[in-house]
């Protein structure tokens, strides 16, 4: 798998961003900071308190996009990669309010787009952490700093980061990714991609999960989960839920990754596994297991080739597939 991380911040509340973020930070998220007014964006943090995502693993390369609207012009640090706490490289704007790749506020590449204030753009940065370092960032899908190497991303003694950070001045962000570039069918940069939420819209294949009252869907098919006030419920092993979902936008071309988010938790007894579903035709498709804890939890797996085919996601495909979950144990 390449996608190894993606938000389009559609789906859940500024409450819930510490359910899908190391640390929120000071950052919001509302409608009014989204992209095209699609959905939802989010607003990064005032004060020096920035969003932050943690991983599980050290990378050594990544490719990373975002849209961003400048809320303010000017030098300004939008987006780190990080090793720990300590930043091993930078995308910050200069005084002049153009792109630059620094070290710690060492400038170690420059473009040449004036950016504007109120006006989205979408940022893209492929970077190798290492003294020797290696960093390509492009604008709108256009080159904006050509592949640049030899240069000096590192903050540590590491040549590899496993954290990141946005802003911590007030901008706008949407429709983030990161890629490992070093595995999987999406290995380079995407574009200026969007990042769309879909919830169910009806009762799938199967239906064996208990609600809380009335329909499963309408007990699972709220934008933002409401954790008690409804819910499908199961303690029986092999037990499925699958749900037809929304279709994509009617302008959507290519599917580079798909992710299934399950909230869940565990209300008594001993220790659930739980796992999600994919049905496309006949199929149930089954991913990954994972454990259920005794607090609300926001699980999330990413595909970016279809189980069905091994192949990239087709557009019918995924709007036709039924989404779910299967309790393991």
């Given at each position: ?7 389009g ?49 050290n ?30 490289c ?28 109120a ?113 499908v ?23 580079f ?12 007894g ?60």
């Amino acid at each position: 798998m390449a996608v190894i991380f993606m938000d389009g911040f559609d789906w859940y509340t500024t409450a819930d961003m510490s359910k899908r973020w190391t640390s929120a930070g000071l950052s919001t998220i509302s409608a009014a900071y989204a992209r095209g007014l699609v959905g939802q964006g989010m607003q990064s943090g005032t004060s020096n308190d920035p969003s932050v995502k943690s991983f599980s693993s050290n990378y050594a390369q990544g490719v990373f996009g975002f849209a961003l609207n400048l809320v303010s012009t000017g030098a300004k640090q939008l987006f780190t990669i990080r090793d720990g706490a300590t930043e091993q490289c930078s995308i910050r704007t200069n005084a002049s309010t153009v792109l630059t790749v620094t070290q710690n506020g060492t400038v170690r590449a420059t473009g040449t787009t004036v950016l504007s204030s109120a006006t989205w753009y979408y940022v893209e940065l492929k970077a190798t952490v290492s003294s020797s370092g290696v960093a390509e960032l492009k604008l709108n899908g256009a080159s904006e700093i050509a592949s640049t190497s030899s240069i000096d991303l590192t903050g540590t003694a590491n040549n590899y980061w496993n954290q990141l950070a946005f802003a911590t001045t007030a901008h706008w962000f949407d429709d983030f990714y990161v890629l490992d570039p070093t595995t999987g069918s999406n290995t380079d940069f995407l574009g200026p991609v969007q990042i769309s939420a879909r919830i169910p819209t009806g009762n799938g294949n199967a239906s064996s999960w208990t609600p809380n009252g009335g329909s499963n869907m309408g007990c699972v098919s709220e934008l933002f989960e409401d954790g008690n006030a409804s819910f499908v419920q199961s303690s029986t092993a092999n037990q499925i839920d699958t749900y037809t979902m929304q279709d994509l936008p009617a302008a959507a071309g290519s599917v580079f990754a798909l992710a299934q988010h399950t909230v869940a938790v565990q209300d008594g007894g001993g220790t659930r596994t739980i796992a999600p579903v994919y049905r496309i035709g006949s199929t149930d498709y089954v991913g990954t297991s994972v454990n259920t804890s005794a607090s609300y939890q926001f699980l999330t797996e990413i595909k970016d080739a279809s189980p069905a085919t091994a192949s990239a996601w087709t557009v019918s495909e995924v709007n036709g597939l039924e989404s779910g979950f299967k309790l393991i144990a």
